[in-house]
């Protein structure tokens, strides 16, 4: 049974174009966070929900929207899809400190042609 | 400088060896270390925490030295499946929130 899930696996498109990604996690985590890894396997932390609440929103433009309808959810929809958007995204979860383990989904690779 | 910085590598090491990764890290103020292993083209997953007064788990071992702000991680007798990218993780000054280095890539051969 899959921790953390998240379709997507693959996402091919073209700039201009909107774009949502789905994670679902059944581990009971109140925490859950999107990360960007781009083609310099940088892990950078986007989001981070905790109880459906946003706790911490990075400097990512506002063409990124997190919505977390409930604990077990977090999605990801970005408009107006750049070039520069291509990278794999990671949905990940914890307990809620960033000092217990997180646990990831296996990633969405989104290519914008 | 880099929040935490790692040499990218590739390590090519042959089986059986031991090899040793560093990183280091510029907040003084990070409370929590660890080390994840991100396989090719999969998640990053947890490998271990890294304690204050070192740890080992099987043929790993983790050191942290706070007063230089290195962390290090040595993998004895390397297997085949120990290829993969190590990447060093600290917890930013809220301690909420995870730093992470590029990550180490390992290729151990036959």
């Known amino acids: 049974d899959t921790a953390v899930s998240q379709t997507p696996k693959y996402l091919v498109t073209q700039m201009g174009n909107d774009k949502s990604i789905k994670c679902e996690q059944n581990?009971?985590?109140?925490?859950m966070y999107w990360y960007k890894q781009d083609s310099k396997k940088f892990l950078k932390i986007m989001f981070s929900?905790?109880?459906?609440?946003?706790?911490i929103n990075e400097t990512v433009p506002n063409r990124f929207s997190p919505k977390s309808p409930d604990k077990a959810h977090l999605n990801l929809h970005i408009n107006s899809l750049e070039l520069g958007d291509s990278a794999v995204y990671f949905c990940?979860?914890?307990?809620?400190?960033?000092?217990?383990?997180?646990?990831f989904g296996p990633g969405t690779r989104l290519t914008v042609l | 400088r880099k929040e935490v910085e790692q040499d990218p590598g590739p390590f090519n090491v042959p089986e059986g060896a031991t090899v040793a990764f560093n990183c280091t890290y510029s907040?003084?103020?990070?409370?929590?270390f660890f080390w994840y292993r991100q396989d090719c083209r999969k998640e990053p997953k947890l490998l271990m925490s890294?304690?204050?007064?070192?740890n080992e788990d099987g043929r790993f071992t983790a050191q942290l030295n706070r007063a230089s702000q290195y962390i290090s991680l040595l993998i004895r007798d390397s297997k085949l499946s120990d290829s993969a990218t190590y990447l060093c993780?600290?917890?930013?000054?809220?301690?909420?929130?995870?730093?992470w280095g590029a990550g180490t890539k390992l290729i151990i051969k036959p």
């Open positions: 929900y905790n109880n459906k609440e946003l706790i």
């Open positions: 990940a979860t914890g307990s809620g400190s960033g000092a217990d383990t997180q646990y």
């Open positions: 581990l009971g985590h109140d925490t």
């Open positions: 907040n003084s103020a990070s409370q929590s």
């Open positions: 993780v600290v917890t930013s000054d809220s301690n909420y929130q995870l730093i």
């Open positions: 890294v304690y204050s007064s070192g």
